[in-house]
């Protein structure tokens, strides 16, 4: 089978589909052109992150959070020369993700510089009681950024423990956890970042880099194996995923040539099945059905992929706080 380059699961500069460029070196210095200190985007651009799109998010965040005015506690209580020193601090066990893109927000505060001192790196396991990043800078900026810091952190860091988890289960076998486009609006970037840092791999970022056939385009192509060559036919260099309900759609989609077929609430009796009749003609997700209880299950079928929108779409934060160290 000639099987167009794959940006489904492992393409991309930084691996894992992540989608980031990192290509010439005109596109670095296009990256680089932000208000980050230079050695923070390369570090942003070298995570496969876009500094000037971590940039704005960080502005956004914190637009939004004083709103065109002042953090008026945080102005009334805290002398304007004041300066402190405040820790990134787990509140509980787990992988961390996003420390960067916290310096990135802390950045954009500060009217001065700031010092930092990390003590973990994005994708390390974490112990509750464990300092991950410490600040030092003028104590209003550090409370003013600390809300928009955190929520950005905790959620990412919530999102790695959880692909964590999934990667951990899948161990000793062939398959991958891997995301789906169920992600916040305007945080794709950073929430496939962090199932990237908790061991999972990116599905396609965006509707544009790779075609997947679901149910509704079947419905209005007329059938599955039409729905699939008039993809093909638009867009002969892009993979094309299927996604199929039956065995009896596996196989008419297998033999037009589909590169990826997703088994829709599949049990993993019927996915087995569906190993064997591919025969590794094409590439097979699973979705739907899908727990970390059965995941082992699913994996041990020979299936590529376990696609897990729960990673992004339902994950919990993981507990993170900012403690200011307390005057000596």
């Not at 999102?159 to 990667?167: E, K, Q, V």
């Not at 376990?306 to 307390?326: C, E, F, Q, W």
Request: proline residues 3%; glycine residues 10%.
């Amino acid at each position: 089978m000639s099987t167009p380059d794959l940006p489904l699961a492992e393409s991309g500069a930084c691996g894992d589909g992540c989608g980031c460029s990192g290509g010439s070196d005109t596109d670095m210095a296009d990256m680089m052109e932000c208000g980050l200190d230079p050695a923070l985007a390369q570090l942003l651009a070298d995570a496969g992150l876009d500094p000037v799109e971590v940039e704005d998010i960080a502005h956004m965040a914190i637009a939004e959070d004083l709103d065109g005015g002042v953090d008026v506690t945080t102005v009334a209580t805290i002398p304007e020369d004041s300066v402190a020193t405040a820790d990134f601090t787990a509140r509980e066990d787990g992988v961390v993700a996003g420390l960067r893109v916290a310096e990135a927000v802390l950045s954009v505060v500060c009217t001065d510089e700031f010092e930092v001192e990390r003590h973990a790196e994005d994708g390390d396991r974490i112990a509750a009681g464990q300092k991950l990043l410490s600040v030092t800078t003028r104590t209003r900026d550090l409370l003013t950024a600390e809300r928009s810091a955190l929520n950005i952190l905790c959620r990412l860091s919530g999102i790695a423990t959880a692909a964590r988890a999934w990667a951990d289960a899948l161990e000793g076998t062939t398959a991958k956890v891997r995301d789906t486009r169920k992600t916040t609006p305007g945080l794709r970037s950073l929430e496939k970042f962090a199932v990237r840092m908790g061991g999972g791999v990116n599905h396609r970022m965006s509707l544009s880099d790779a075609a997947l056939v679901k149910d509704n385009h079947v419905v209005a192509a007329g059938g599955v194996a039409q729905a699939f060559k008039a993809v093909r036919e638009s867009f002969p260099g892009l993979a094309v995923e299927v996604e199929v309900d039956t065995l009896d759609q596996l196989r008419e989609v297998v033999e037009a040539g589909a590169d990826l077929i997703l088994l829709d609430n599949f049990t993993p009796a019927q996915t087995a099945e569906a190993v064997g009749i591919v025969a590794g003609r094409a590439l097979l997700e699973s979705s739907g059905r899908l727990t970390l209880d059965n995941a082992r299950a699913y994996a041990e079928t020979g299936v590529d992929f376990l696609a897990v929108g729960a990673l992004t779409h339902s994950s919990p934060i993981l507990d993170i706080g900012l403690d200011l160290r307390a005057a000596e």
